[in-house]
């Protein structure tokens, strides 16, 4: 795994809100369909906010990695099967020919791009949308959240399948 992909990937969903929740692009639309105004938005500890929000992003990206590359399924497959660590064991070998072969398949920002928008469409939506019915917030609130989610996890799951190795 690799760590540094991780934490560069899990800067996105930072840089994608800073520009998504500008009041020049959603911001103040956002403002309105969440009830929030300058003042509570200034009463909250920000740092802790920004640090909390890259460690709960991390932890995105890491799963998001298992969405996205498809080899590393293989590989969870076959753990358990006896020798799979040893290189020169019969599981070690099929394993390493069949990364030889395939393990550059689908492997493109373009791939990572399109299971990142999925997982944002199917499982970040779906959860918004729960959440703001009970809260009885309005549509416009779920679309300008799960566009941000949606966006954020497509170029998260970009970067991590291309460049995960």
Known sequence: MNIAILALAALIPLIIGFVWYNPMVFGKAW?????????????????????????????????????????DHLQSILLEEPGF?????EIGILYANFMSKFGHNFRSFRHG????????????????????????????????????????LAIMGGIICKFIS
């Open 85 to 89: 660590g040893e290189p020169k064991s």
């Open 113 to 152: 791009a399109l299971h990142g928008t999925i997982a944002g469409v199917m499982f970040a939506m779906p959860v918004l949308a729960i959440n703001a019915m009970f809260e009885r917030k309005k549509f416009k609130y779920v679309a300008i959240n799960a566009g941000y989610w949606i966006l954020s």
């Open 31 to 71: 403002m309105r369909a969440a009830e929030l105004n300058e003042e509570k938005l200034k009463s909250g500890r920000m740092v802790v906010i920004f640090l909390l929000t890259y460690l709960l992003s991390f932890f995105i990206a890491a799963i998001l990695k298992s969405m996205v590359i498809h080899q």
